[in-house]
């Protein structure tokens, strides 16, 4: 079966050296794997591409993910790098800060001993219409950008032309599997929040093309404020 791209992908943004793929097991980073490499068949993608993961140890599923994740990259014949990390807060620290922290160390660590040019993250248009409107009640319109730099880890982003149901559509035409997050329900986080209550209003009420046109407001500021810059 041939996994061809039917979704806006913008590989141009990819360095032309290897690449780290980091997979969550949710469909945004397993679509972005499978597009990248084309389902495994595109060529010499065993060379340029390595499948990150990062097991928190924070969910009762999260071993079950590990293995999903390592399979996958199995399945697609790519190299696998995993840990399954312990997650400690240091003080002033929420747990979703202390994670960050831990898969970030991983990702340096990665960088450096499977000589990475950048690592690849599903990021895609909801998730910067989401940031936007998460942003605007402290003042700022930072945008997720195509390319940024955290701790010396270079990050590209090639699905931000990309809705979420495009991406789970684009693994269900091809009947692959994803893990879901149950967290990802939970209301009571402000992420969840604007995603299953926000803009779901925000769509009925204001505007259908809400998340698209988000996203693009988003990028017009992030550009302004870097040229400002």
């Not at 400690?88 to 929420?94: C, N, P």
């Not at 998460?134 to 590209?156: H, P, T, W, Y």
């Not at 149950?182 to 769509?203: G, Q």
Request: hydrophobic share 40%; proline share 2%; with cysteine.
């Amino acid at each position: 079966m041939l996994y061809f791209a039917t979704v806006n992908i913008k590989r141009s943004i990819l360095p032309s050296g290897r690449i780290g793929i980091a997979v969550s097991g949710g469909a945004d980073s397993v679509a972005l794997a499978f597009l990248l490499t084309k389902g495994g068949t595109k060529k010499n993608a065993t060379k340029r591409f390595v499948i990150l993961h990062v097991d928190h140890g924070l969910r009762k599923e999260s071993k079950e993910e590990y293995s999903f994740v390592k399979g996958l990259a199995k399945r697609l014949g790519l190299p696998f790098r995993g840990i399954h990390a312990h997650v400690e807060r240091k003080r002033g620290e929420s747990i979703e800060m202390a994670a960050r922290r831990v898969r970030l160390d991983f990702f340096a660590r990665c960088m450096k001993s499977l000589s990475l040019d950048a690592i690849a993250t599903g990021h895609h248009m909801d998730d910067v219409a989401e940031t936007f409107l998460m942003k605007l009640k402290r003042m700022s319109v930072s945008s997720i950008r195509e390319k940024s730099e955290v701790n010396g880890i270079k990050f590209v982003r090639p699905l931000l032309g990309c809705r979420d149901c495009e991406l789970k559509a684009y693994l269900k035409k091809y009947g692959e599997e994803w893990r879901e997050d149950a967290s990802n329900a939970d209301i009571s986080i402000e992420r969840n929040k604007v995603r299953h209550l926000v803009i779901p209003f925000l769509v009925e009420n204001l505007d259908k093309d809400i998340v698209r046109h988000l996203a693009a407001i988003s990028s017009r500021e992030g550009k302004s404020a870097k040229a400002k810059a």
